[in-house]
């Protein structure tokens, strides 16, 4: 029979709104957490990192919150445009030097 | 730096057949992984290295995969023989350390087993 495919959350914006991807992590232990871009055809590209002793970091059009009360992390792109369209992973570090841990991922669909 | 090299970016390749993917790292970086990434599974690690040394193969399917670092810029992964369920892209990333800093990703290889 047909396998299911992993149904990827969709994010659909309009292009000039800001975006909020968010992402719930598992270890309560985890110490540093990475946005990445993964657009069609290429492999998962760094956006943003964090790591746990701060609550908040932003970048070039994009900001990072961490929550570690209730583990989740949320990516914020402002001004969206059809470049960001692409599918947004979070990782997590969970212990010391072990490698990181992905998250399914979000689809991001910017509308013209 | 021309940032982790795979090769080849894709291969289609008949079941029982033995397939090998190629990874170079960054250079200067001593951790190297390989992640396989389906869209029933999402992006799953196999194996990583820690200066040539694999030190968790957990992530590997069964024995039919196998991964070698044999200097700190090459590594191969695989798969003998290979499955119509091995189909999937295979991504190679490295990084300084094993955690607790970015990983750099390759543009893959699309392996498709017929």
């Known amino acids: 029979g047909e396998s299911v495919g992993l149904h990827l959350p969709t994010l659909s914006v309009q292009e000039g709104d800001n975006s909020i991807i968010n992402c719930a992590y598992s270890?309560?232990?985890?110490?540093?957490f990475i946005w990445y871009k993964q657009e069609s055809g290429k492999g998962p590209q760094f956006i943003i990192d964090?790591?746990?002793?701060?609550d908040k970091r932003q970048g070039q059009r994009v900001t990072v919150l961490l929550n570690k009360t209730v583990k989740h992390l949320s990516l914020q792109i402002a001004a969206t445009q059809p470049g960001d369209s692409a599918v947004y992973f979070c990782?997590?570090?969970?212990?010391?030097?072990?490698?990181?841990?992905f998250g399914k991922g979000t689809r991001l669909s910017v509308i013209a | 730096d021309a940032g982790v090299i795979q090769s080849p970016r894709h291969e289609v390749t008949e079941m029982g057949q033995e397939v090998t993917l190629r990874c170079k790292p960054i250079?200067?970086?001593?951790?190297l992984f390989w992640y396989r990434q389906t869209m029933m599974r999402g992006l799953e690690l196999l194996i990583y290295?820690?200066?040539?040394?694999?030190?968790?193969d957990s992530g590997m399917p069964e024995d039919r995969f196998s991964a070698k670092m044999p200097n700190a810029s090459f590594s191969t992964l695989k798969i003998q023989p290979s499955e119509p369920r091995d189909s999937a892209v295979y991504f190679c990333?490295?990084?300084?350390?094993?955690?607790?800093?970015?990983?750099?990703f390759g543009q893959g290889t699309r392996l498709t087993v017929v």
């Open positions: 990333a490295s990084s300084l350390v094993p955690g607790n800093t970015e990983a750099f």
């Open positions: 270890n309560s232990a985890s110490d540093y």
């Open positions: 964090i790591r746990s002793n701060m």
């Open positions: 990782a997590e570090n969970p212990q010391g030097n072990t490698p990181l841990v």
């Open positions: 250079s200067g970086h001593n951790s």
């Open positions: 290295f820690n200066n040539n040394v694999p030190i968790d």
